[in-house]
C-alpha cells in the first residue's frame, strides 16, 4: 500500500484533535486530511443524528466541527466580584448527636489549605493533595477521632463580611461513602442558588474527611478537612464566581 492509501484507512479512526494535528505534519497530509468524509467520520462519533442528513447542516463537516469545538474551550472569566478575604465558612461536624468539630474558618486559611502533607498517610492521598487540581483544605490540629462505627454529618455554611449574609453550602449531609484506600471520607450536598439565577442547578458541593488509621482499628484519625465543587468550578476564580450566585439572606 502507498502512504496515501494507508492515510486514508488511518485517518477515519481518528478523533478531531489527533486529525487536525496531522494537518499540521506537512502540505501533502494536510491535503489529504481535509477530506470531508475524514470529518464527516468525526462527526459522526459526536453528533450521529447530525450525519443521517445527505448534506452537513454547514458549508462542511470540517467547518460543523470547527465551529463547535471551539466552544468548547475554556472562556475567560471577568474578575469574580467576591473575594477570599470577605467569606468566612462555618463548619459544623457530629458524630451521631455528638458536636465532635466546629470551627469559624476565615476564607484565606481555606483557600491556603494544607502546604505539607503529614507523615504516615496513604500514597493515594498523598498524590492527592500534591496534585494540580484546586482544592480548599484545613489541616485539623489538633486531630480528632471517629469510631468507623458512628455516623458522622456534617453542616456548612458561609458568610460574607461585606453584607453580614449567609448562605447554605451543606445541610446537615452524612459522610455515606467512605474510601478507605484513598484515606478519604466523603459528604455533598446540592447547592441552592439566588432566584436571579433559575436555570442553573443540580451542582454539588462535596466535603472531604481526610484521615489517617491509627493503631486501633476502627477508628479514623483526621487531620484535615477538604472543601470542592468540581462539579462545575476547577479555579479559584470559578469557585469565587460560584458562591456568588448563592442564595445569600
Request: glycine share 4%.
Amino acid at each position: 500500500m502507498s502512504l496515501e492509501e494507508v492515510l486514508k484507512v488511518v485517518f477515519p479512526l481518528l478523533d478531531g484533535v489527533d486529525l487536525a494535528a496531522c494537518m499540521m505534519v506537512c502540505k501533502h497530509w494536510r491535503c489529504i486530511a481535509k477530506d470531508d468524509y475524514f470529518w464527516k467520520c468525526v462527526c459522526a462519533k459526536r453528533w450521529p443524528s447530525v450525519c443521517k442528513r445527505p448534506n452537513p447542516p454547514t458549508v462542511s463537516y470540517y467547518k460543523l466541527y470547527q465551529t463547535f469545538y471551539k466552544r468548547q474551550h475554556q472562556r475567560t472569566l471577568l474578575p469574580p466580584r467576591l473575594s477570599f478575604d470577605e467569606l468566612e465558612f462555618f463548619i459544623d461536624i457530629w458524630s451521631e448527636d455528638k458536636l465532635i468539630f466546629s470551627e469559624v474558618v476565615p476564607g484565606p486559611v481555606l483557600q491556603r489549605g494544607i502546604k505539607i502533607p503529614p507523615a504516615g498517610i496513604c500514597d493515594m492521598l498523598k498524590f492527592h493533595l500534591e496534585g494540580p487540581e484546586y482544592k480548599m483544605t484545613l489541616p485539623v490540629d489538633p486531630s480528632f477521632t471517629v469510631p468507623w462505627s458512628q455516623t458522622v454529618s456534617v453542616s456548612v455554611l458561609v458568610g460574607r463580611k461585606d453584607s453580614n449574609k449567609v448562605a447554605c453550602i451543606i445541610n446537615k449531609s452524612l459522610f455515606d461513602y467512605i474510601d478507605r484506600t484513598a484515606s478519604r471520607a466523603l459528604a455533598f450536598d446540592y447547592l441552592v442558588f439566588s432566584p436571579n439565577y433559575p436555570f442553573i442547578s443540580g451542582i454539588r458541593a462535596w466535603i472531604s474527611l481526610l484521615f489517617s488509621e491509627d493503631g486501633n482499628d476502627g477508628v479514623m484519625d483526621v487531620f484535615g478537612i477538604e472543601l470542592d465543587f468540581c462539579d462545575a468550578a476547577n479555579s479559584r476564580e470559578e469557585v469565587l464566581w460560584l458562591l456568588d450566585m448563592l442564595d445569600w439572606n
